[in-house]
């Protein structure tokens, strides 16, 4: 099998698509992921890279970039934009978060193994191939299934390692979730490199979601309004949460989940978030907000042991409101969450 040499080199207002060979596999047919790469009229530099499917379920990211290379006008593009729709494509074809003979996490291996299993080559190639040559990247993912999250990027700090916030805010979102990351995940190890990479959360595993995937494409076009890649205002909230924790409840019976509220709700103390029927007994549990909260995720899928998280909530005093973004570029648009919780009554 011979190697294809990835050239990401494209000449103004051209769009190329191809394929990565990574490795075979036990039948000697190849594992390969797609790429698609278009470069503006109006200039060849930033470098963005937008994947999706490093998780092979989470589906909502391919259909953004979809979006991205039908609806962006190389007339009005400024850099090139290089886009692989499905990395992990052997997780993809099973319909599984990973490969399930290989069973690693794709995004626990990064930057990969030129001479690994099948999930440590394809990080190799995408790593090397592909983000190494980005300026900076966004990198699309979903909640697991059941998990269904208000849109976010993830910013992830490891060992004194911390990113810029800025490239988190400039998808737009009303919420940043920090948390502590592990050692070969793709944002972590592009970072420690001098790469951007924005994980950004939208959606659930297993659908495409018309909402998700709209917020996600609206991310992506006001990321690159942002850095200039394309002429217009990115619009950013006039408050964003930076969120460092949140609280999970269960539900302390087995049975169906049946939701009451939906993510991005702003709740108070005792509302009811959801019931839990077991089919067994009748019994039923109520599942209540324990103080005014925000809804950042509900179970999407029904079926509940005694332990499963039901519902994922912010309580206000959890929430850092960080300072406005002002730039020339950005247009300041509300925030729901303020404006819920001011109409609720309720103080951030
Ligand atoms: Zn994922």
């Known amino acids: 099998m011979v190697e294809e040499n990835v050239d990401l080199d494209v000449e103004a ?23 698609f790469v278009m470069r503006g009229l109006k200039g060849k530099k930033p470098v963005l890279l937008l994947n999706a499917a490093i998780h092979g379920d989470e589906l909502n990211g391919i259909e953004v970039i979809n979006r991205v290379f039908e609806e962006v ?22 319909r599984s978060r990973v490969d399930p003979i290989d069973d690693k996490n794709l995004n626990r291996v990064f930057p990969g193994k030129k001479n690994g299993t099948v999930t440590e080559r394809i990080a190799y190639h995408f790593f090397n191939d592909f983000v190494k040559k980005a300026d900076f990247g966004i990198d699309l993912h979903t909640g697991m299934k059941g998990h269904l999250l208000v849109p976010h990027p993830r910013l992830r700090t490891l060992n004194g390692f911390k990113p810029s916030l800025e490239h988190y805010r400039a998808v737009g979102t ?16 592009a970072g420690k490199i001098g790469i951007p990479v924005v994980c950004f959360e939208i959606g659930v595993a297993s659908v495409l979601d018309e909402y998700y995937i709209d917020t996600g494409f609206r991310g992506v076009l006001n990321f690159m309004r942002f ?21 999970e409840e269960i539900s302390q019976i087995g049975g169906l989940f049946y939701p009451k509220v ?4 702003v709740v108070s103390k005792g509302q009811l978030l959801g019931v839990t029927k077991s089919p067994y007994t009748g019994e039923k549990y109520f599942v209540k907000a324990p103080d005014d909260c925000y809804i950042v995720g509900i179970r999407s899928q029904p079926v509940v042991r005694q332990g499963t998280t039901v519902a994922w909530l912010m309580t206000f005093e959890k929430g850092d409101i960080l300072p406005p973004l002002s730039r020339k570029n950005v247009r300041m648009v509300s925030s729901k969450i303020f404006d ?8 951030f």
Not at 82 to 87: E, I, N, Q, R, S
């Open 340 to 347: 819920d919780s001011k109409n609720k009554g309720i103080r």
């Open 227 to 247: 850095y200039g890649m394309l002429d217009g205002e990115a619009e950013i909230p006039r408050q964003q949460v930076l969120l460092s924790d949140y609280h």
């Open 73 to 94: 006008k190389l007339d009005d593009l400024c850099g090139t934009v290089v886009g692989v729709p499905v990395v992990n494509t052997l997780a993809f074809r099973a």
């Open 262 to 265: 939906k993510p991005g709700d």
């Open 13 to 35: 207002g051209e769009v190329k698509k191809g394929v990565v060979f990574c490795t075979e596999l036990e039948d000697g047919s190849p594992v390969v992921f797609p790429y």
């Open 174 to 189: 009303e919420f940043i979730f920090q948390n502590e990351g592990e050692k070969g995940m793709l944002n972590i190890e």
